[in-house]
């Protein structure tokens, strides 16, 4: 993987060139490499004033993250990710208003990020309390973007709220993000289908710390076996 080769050669932050040299299926390789080494307990240190000194001078991330507020799932973390990496957005059940979605614009068409990864987690309290149809203050509002996935998975496996059940809601939910965020930014899907970013999701296992990517491009499962 000759682009985490030089990654992992960086002395300070991923600086302009290095970002425009990606593809994003370079990126989901960068992606995917990080989170080996957090679940290998080889994280990659480089020097914090080497780092500050080259976030004084600007960001080049290789992607952005639309992740859970949960406090289990610690997005840069998990992806040993430095300053300067990765875009992360975080609002509980990792789902999209206008304000996350111009976030992610801005991530992709003004500072350069390759990927989207849309993050969701197993034992998701967002996702149960869309569910039981939690409704309390501002929550209620939240949890409506919830909804659509609740109505999927229930049709079909009933409305009992079992871990499988949950977890099927979950997954379900992410997909429905990406397809959200396909739908409705129309700078990202064309950006999307111009090859320059790509829009994946991925479902994190609270007790594990492993990542399982659940919605991927055609080119990402090759990755398996490469
Ligand atoms: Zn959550």
Redesign the pocket.
Known sequence: MPKTEDYLALEGAINQAFQASLTPFEAFRLLQSGHERFLNHLTHRRSRGNLLADAATGQYPYAAVLG?I?SRVPVEEVFDAAFGDMFVARV??NTVSSDILGSLEYACKYAGAKLILVLG?TK????QGAWSKLEDGHITELLLHIEPAVRAVQSVRGAEPTDDNLKACVEANVSHTVKQIREKSTILSGMEAAGEIAVIGGMYDVSTGRVEFVVQPSWAAETETA
């Not at 998701?124 to 996702?127: E, F, I, K, T, Y």
């Open positions: 859970c949960d509980a059940g987690h998701c309290g967002a996702v």
